[in-house]
């Protein structure tokens, strides 16, 4: 605040720093109390009452900022009034008259018995805690919550999944710009059976099915994979790397399995293996015998053995950037048996994306036709990075002339001129797994696709 003290300034900066140091937030509230200002007083000691409940310091502070009565202390007793010399001539005390007591000074501890009784304790004014909370129930919330929390409560062992699964989403393919062939291939091979189940009890095709994306990086894969479990109206649940492996023996078996009897009671469920050549590498090239055995769950996970009811339900879509690496077992049929090239977007999709990434950005006459046919080959993340370059660019001249202007063509095109396509050296890789290792026809589409671009 423009009109604190510089005292007032150090201790806030002093507090902030230090949260949990009472006595020093206590002097801050003492100093804020003096200069008159007492809800900032309240606040500060209700603070230091939640980190130190019982501190009598913060209650009495608290109640003299609030401007309620201190409790008085204890009245202390009457004095004993002095008690009247006794006669010179007394009476010698008969058999049943009590003897007399010396008198008492004002000295002496002692009350003599006939002494008037002191005065009742005056009842101390009990704090009223109720309207303490009521004044600072804005400023500081509750330290602890009357009842547990739906979403957050945590259940018995075993109730809760121990993996996020994600509730159908709104993504659909038509969300995917462009790549119509992707779309036309994943209906025909994947979603037209689930779509109709009257002619998939008729011929005798079951709820379940694999199917392996590849491609080069940043192609979108997994937003395809969002869409596909969009399209099934089913359940989500994205297994990397990382959710698996584990440094225990057997524990990384078990994750895999858990993972699937997660999405087999959440069903229907798309399980997406992201960067399945991690997961799934050629036992042949595995050394380590943890690695084998997660490919080896992995194997027995896809077929629903030991699971007695099966995969029903349980679309497992996999992606990679290099599908020579991932074992050849995973890929048999009943497993991935199905798989998709997903190539860099075309044009169509390449202008969905560019407007998307300059939706919120200051542009200016932006020729979308000149950048598309400037970005063949770009992938996704690639077009990202053009509109950012464009927009540093035109952030650097804004500042340096003082005069802010809009992103312009000009600024798109230089960038994509300086980017090259990350693409690029993924085909050059996959080229000679197309010529030369492609047992099978796995990689036809790949082949057909390099003929075309006539990059063999």
Known sequence: MADESPLIRSLRAAVAAAPGDVPLRLHFAELLLTEGRNDEAV???AVALQHAPGDANARALMVRAMGMPPASP???????????????????PGPEAPAPRPPVSPASPEIPADAAPPAPEAPAPAFDWDAAEQQVQDLVGPRFLDEPQADGAEGTAGDADAWDVDAPGAVRLADVGGMEEVKERL??????PMRNPELRRLYGKSLRGGLLLYGPP??????????VAGELGANFLTVSLSDVLDMWIGASE????????????????????????????????THHSG???????LLTELDGIASGAGNEGVFVLAATNVPWDVDIALRRPGRLDRTLLVLPPDAAARESILRYHLRER??????????VKATEDFSGADLAHVCESAAEAALLDSARTGSVRLITTKDLLGAARQIKPSTEP?????RNVAMFANEGGLYDDLLAHLKRKRKL
Not at 426 to 430: L, P, R, Y
């Open 291 to 297: 690695l084998r055995n997660v490919v080896n769950q």
């Open 426 to 430: 993924w085909f050059a890789a996959a």
């Open 362 to 371: 200051p542009i200016e006459a932006v020729d979308l036709g000149k950048l």
């Open 187 to 192: 209906e025909a091979a994947f979603l037209a």
């Open 43 to 45: 606040a500060e000691a």
């Open 218 to 227: 940043g192609c979108g894969k997994t937003f395809i994979a969002r869409a």
């Open 74 to 92: 204890p009245t202390p007793p009457a004095p004993a009034p002095e008690a009247p010399a006794p006669a010179p001539e007394a009476p010698a």
């Open 254 to 285: 078990k994750n895999i399995h858990d993972i699937f009897e997660t999405a087999r009671r959440q069903a229907p469920c798309v399980v997406f293996l992201d960067e399945l050549d991690a997961l799934g590498a050629k036992r042949s090239r």
